[in-house]
């Protein structure tokens, strides 16, 4: 693998240390380049911007042998050029002014100091060529007759630029020879263009590299996917905790036409995998699919435990520290309330996280979900959140205040007997106790339903408990809060169903009278 540092368009576009971050990104990604400009190889320099003489020497051959000449129209007639071209419904393409100037003329100019490109000459017929996607591709005569037969068009792309720089035409070529590149794998969009690049390889006498165009990334809109609306920025994946080797497999799978059983591969099995079986035209971006690798990536890493496992809970307290203020971070069972350690709230995550390793994305989604264990005074959700809390607040409502029992009973227990075990063994009984009460005070006691309670104090246990929030089991949870948080809380919701209740009993007597 060889790494070329590729300088933007224009010399006023290069970004300052935007080089340095390229190397750091591919590095986190997990890429090492063989050849490169930080670290040398046999064909170097490795940098575009310390090759100009090669190309300039090259250019000179293209010009010395016929292939190619100079252009000295001005910006100004290009542009004018292109706007009546268009009036016309004609592409944009060069109508070679400057072709037909005599090779002393065209020296006496340069000579002068006038300002010129470097074109190069395209044969009437330009070659085909087999695409290792696409097959065998041919280029229609690249002369054109417009409805005025006047006008012709030329697709003679332009090598090498007024300020003496090549564009991709020439230095693609150049480098790919004397870098012994076999093979091109680029998008889809250089289809059109690489009978250029074939015309540059058989001026030079050089023998062309296979060649395979990928389609691009689009988005829902089938818009090109770009950083510059929001597309792949590795830095971002990397900061939200995404890991490198689920994004590698993410990328490695568009497009590609993958023959295994599974798409979760990690990097030696992509490598034991790859072809280049692509699939025809473009493809649209799908977050989700990141999103299902991270989960299967972090489930082998939570249940192997080792590094990656300290590793993925280091980076969640990294995330609760940054995003959070000290103060909101509670302490859950054992743990002395509100004078938790680093230590401490690492636990807790890691048990966490070793229940719901199936779950696991990012450290923000872990908090979106589970920072009931952490954060002190979560909140109890609105009713609209979303539709499963409300069926968990009507559930509530319909027994209420029989659910009273619930807090009565668990507030009996000794601080010893909140055990998985013991609570096991006292929720059954309590949904027990709870459906005898509703038939001893029900006109149809044949009609108290079990299952309908049942379902009734586990949604009065999640709600109040874990906030509605998903998680392990309601015994689980309670015994990692402990029991003086998890009565607290049980003791939040059921003011809350009181003052409710007693609106709408309030309501109800007014009515009444």
């Keep these: 693998m060889i790494e070329k540092a590729k300088p933007k368009s224009t010399k006023s576009r290069t970004i300052p240390g935007a080089e340095e971050r390229l190397y750091d990104d591919l590095k986190w990604a997990g890429l090492q380049w063989d050849e490169g400009p930080n ?3 046999p064909y170097g320099p490795y940098k575009q911007s310390q090759r100009t003489p090669l190309y300039q020497e090259h250019a000179d051959t293209l010009l010395q042998s016929g292939h190619a000449y100079r252009c000295f129209c001005s910006p100004e007639k290009l542009r004018g050029l292109a706007q009546r071209r268009a009036r016309l419904g004609l592409p944009s393409d060069y109508d070679r002014t400057c072709e037909g100037l005599p090779a002393s003329q065209s020296e006496r100019l340069a000579s002068a100091g006038e300002a010129f490109v470097i074109r190069l000459r395209v044969p009437p017929d330009p070659p ?8 065998t591709v041919g280029k229609p005569m690249h002369l054109n007759k417009a409805r005025n ?14 300020d003496g720089l090549p564009t991709y035409h020439l230095a693609n070529v150049i480098d790919d020879h004397h870098m012994h590149i076999t093979h091109v794998v680029r998008a889809a969009e250089w289809m059109s263009s690489t009978s250029k690049h074939l015309t540059l390889y058989k001026a030079f006498g050089w023998k062309a590299p296979s060649f395979a165009h990928v389609g691009l990334l689009q988005d829902d809109n089938r818009q090109k996917y770009s950083k510059r609306k929001g597309g792949l920025d590795i830095r971002k994946f990397a900061d939200e905790g995404i890991f490198p080797e689920a994004l590698l497999n993410y990328v490695a799978l568009y497009g590609w036409s993958n023959t295994n059983k599974s798409d979760v591969l990690p990097m030696p099995d992509l490598i034991k995998a790859f072809n280049l079986k692509f699939t025809k035209g473009n493809t649209i971006v799908q977050p989700h699919k990141l999103t299902y690798l991270q989960k299967k990536f972090a489930h082998k890493y939570i249940d192997k435990g080792g ?5 993925i809970v280091d980076k969640t307290i990294e995330y ?24 401490q709230i690492r636990e807790v995550i890691a048990r966490v996280l070793l229940l719901r390793a199936n779950n696991y994305t990012t450290p923000k989604a872990f908090f979106d979900k589970y920072g009931y264990f952490i954060f002190q005074n979560a909140p109890l959700p609105d009713k609209d959140t979303s539709k499963h809390i409300s069926e968990m607040y009507a ?9 009273l029992l619930v807090n009565i009973e668990l507030g009996l227990i000794s601080s010893g007997g909140w055990t998985e075990n013991d609570l096991n063994i006292k929720l059954p009984k ?5 459906v005898t009460r509703l038939q001893e005070v029900s006109e149809a006691p044949e009609k108290v339903d079990g299952q309908v309670i049942y379902q009734a104090i586990q949604s009065y246990l999640r709600l109040g408990i874990a906030r509605g929030g998903s998680g392990p089991s309601m015994v689980t949870t309670m015994v990692l809060l402990g029991q003086d948080v998890s009565m607290q809380r049980l003791d939040d919701l059921s003011n809350l ?3 409710e209740h007693q609106k709408v009993f309030g309501i109800t007597a007014a009515v009444e009278n």
Excluded: M
């Design 395 to 403: 559930n509530c409502a319909n027994l209420w205040p029989h659910l």
């Design 497 to 499: 169903l009181s003052n």
């Design 320 to 343: 609760l520290i940054q995003e959070f203020e000290p103060s909101t971070w509670d302490h859950v069972g054992e743990l002395s309330p509100r004078t938790v350690t680093r230590e």
């Design 149 to 162: 037969l006047s006008e012709a068009s030329y697709e003679d792309p332009i090598l090498l630029k007024s």
């Design 307 to 311: 590094t990656e496992f300290e590793a």
């Design 39 to 41: 670290i040398g190889g």
């Design 128 to 135: 085909e060529y087999v695409d290792l996607v696409y097959g």
């Design 430 to 434: 309590l949904v027990d106790k709870l």
